[in-house]
């Protein structure tokens, strides 16, 4: 599979090695200056690659999302922080035949959280005596806060509980990832918690859900994955 990497950050910089090893090539790793408002993003210039692999900034992705569905490429966006102009980008991509795969996460284990939140936070509704807090923490770089991750983590719980969870963020040091969800009572607690150890985790996601879009055409996210995946094992 040829990938071309839209940004040249430290996401792309892990992700390039790891594709290299699982025998894929790298056709491009485009950076802001030479891709001002999308212009960069044709099949030519980005070496007719199969897929795309975007991790950029927020004020560029949702240009570059729709740069991909003009040109007729599939496209993995992990950029977060844009995602108030996500209904508009997945109509928008619809209406191209395009295909999208988003999320603000890669990693299988925020996938499994994402489902035990949505569980707990379920059979907690309408129980008292509950208090519900999502702390997340990342490096200190990281420019959205919360992070995408939290948010996403947050519309769960409270689709769930069918109230607010405040979010807490920490920016600090060189931290990959850490979300926790505390549920606190009384005389009980219970944390759900993903931490992420190297952010070659999410670089690993990013390139399996490129290979997991080939032959697919649509908008998807980690849920279809894990879906197809349970489809599968129950075939």
Same mark, same amino acid.
């Given at each position: 599979?040829?990938?071309?990497?839209?940004?040249?950050?430290?996401?792309?910089?892990?992700?390039?090695?790891?594709?290299?090893?699982?025998?894929?090539?790298?056709?491009?790793?485009?950076?802001?200056?030479?891709?001002?408002? @999308?212009? @960069?993003?044709?099949? $030519?210039?980005?070496?007719?690659?199969?897929?795309?692999?975007?991790?950029?900034?927020?004020?560029?992705?949702?240009?570059?999302?729709?740069?991909?569905?003009?040109?007729?490429?599939?496209?993995?966006?992990?950029?977060?922080?844009?995602?108030?102009?996500?209904?508009?980008?997945?109509?928008?991509? @619809?209406? /191209?035949?395009?295909?999208?795969?988003?999320?603000?996460?890669?990693?299988?284990?925020?996938?499994? /959280?994402?489902?035990?939140?949505?569980? =707990?936070?379920?059979?907690?509704?309408?129980?008292?005596?509950?208090?519900?807090?999502?702390?997340?923490?990342? +490096?200190?770089?990281?420019?959205?806060?919360?992070?995408?991750?939290?948010?996403?983590?947050?519309?769960?719980? $409270?689709?769930?509980?069918?109230? $607010?969870?405040?979010?807490?963020?920490?920016?600090?040091?060189?931290?990959?990832?850490?979300?926790?969800?505390?549920?606190?009572?009384?005389?009980?607690?219970?944390?759900?918690?993903?931490?992420?150890?190297?952010?070659?985790?999410?670089?690993?996601?990013?390139?399996? =859900? =490129?290979?997991?879009?080939?032959?697919?055409?649509?908008?998807?996210?980690?849920?279809?994955?894990?879906? +197809?995946?349970?489809?599968?094992?129950?075939?």
């Amino acid at each position: 599979m040829k990938i071309a990497l839209i940004g040249d950050g430290k996401m792309a910089k892990a992700i390039a090695p790891l594709a290299t090893d699982r025998g894929h090539s790298i056709t491009v790793m485009l950076g802001a200056a030479d891709n001002r408002e @999308g212009a @960069g993003i044709t099949r $030519e210039r980005l070496g007719s690659p199969d897929v795309a692999i975007e991790f950029t900034e927020p004020s560029a992705a949702a240009g570059n999302v729709l740069a991909c569905a003009r040109a007729g490429l599939p496209v993995v966006v992990g950029t977060t922080g844009w995602y108030d102009q996500l209904d508009r980008v997945i109509a928008e991509v @619809g209406g /191209l035949g395009g295909t999208m795969f988003w999320a603000p996460n890669f990693s299988v284990g925020v996938a499994v /959280l994402s489902a035990a939140i949505e569980a =707990a936070s379920a059979a907690l509704r309408g129980v008292p005596g509950f208090d519900i807090h999502l702390v997340e923490t990342h +490096h200190a770089a990281k420019k959205d806060k919360p992070s995408g991750t939290a948010a996403s983590l947050a519309r769960i719980a $409270e689709s769930g509980l069918g109230r $607010e969870v405040p979010i807490t963020s920490v920016r600090t040091g060189h931290v990959p990832g850490t979300h926790e969800l505390v549920i606190d009572a009384a005389f009980e607690q219970l944390r759900l918690v993903h931490e992420a150890r190297d952010r070659r985790v999410f670089a690993d996601g990013a390139i399996s =859900a =490129a290979e997991w879009l080939q032959g697919r055409k649509g908008v998807f996210t980690m849920r279809d994955v894990l879906q +197809h995946q349970e489809g599968e094992r129950n075939r």
